[in-house]
């Protein structure tokens, strides 16, 4: 993998981490300066549901942080572009259906990562 690659996709599995930490550890707390649209009377009783949220994009990171280890150039590819493109369908399902600033966070990072597969 090129350096520029693994730089990107760094950065996609450190937000995703971000997201876990958020999620499941800050949610009553950093969750609510950061989803200011929410209620904050919803935080208490959504907090269990947005853990498992935190868990599937820790998941997330650990498949791209992975990708580090495997020695064979086109397993580490296959596996990263599979990881990148569950992230990017993620967040373009969160654009259509939550914001559109979440494909800005998400897609589009994970979308550039793939991109520089081919470039």
Known sequence: ???TTKIVIGLVAFEHLYFLWLE???W???GRRTFKSLPAELFE???VLAANQGLYNGFLAAG???TFFISDEKWRMNIAVFFLSCVAVAGVYGAFTVSKKIFFIQAMP???AILSFIV
Do not use: D, G, H, R
């Open 1 to 3: 993998m090129e350096i």
């Open 24 to 26: 499941m550890f800050a």
């Open 28 to 30: 009553e707390t950093a």
């Open 45 to 47: 009783p959504t907090k």
């Open 64 to 66: 791209l942080i992975w």
């Open 110 to 112: 994970a979308l550039l």
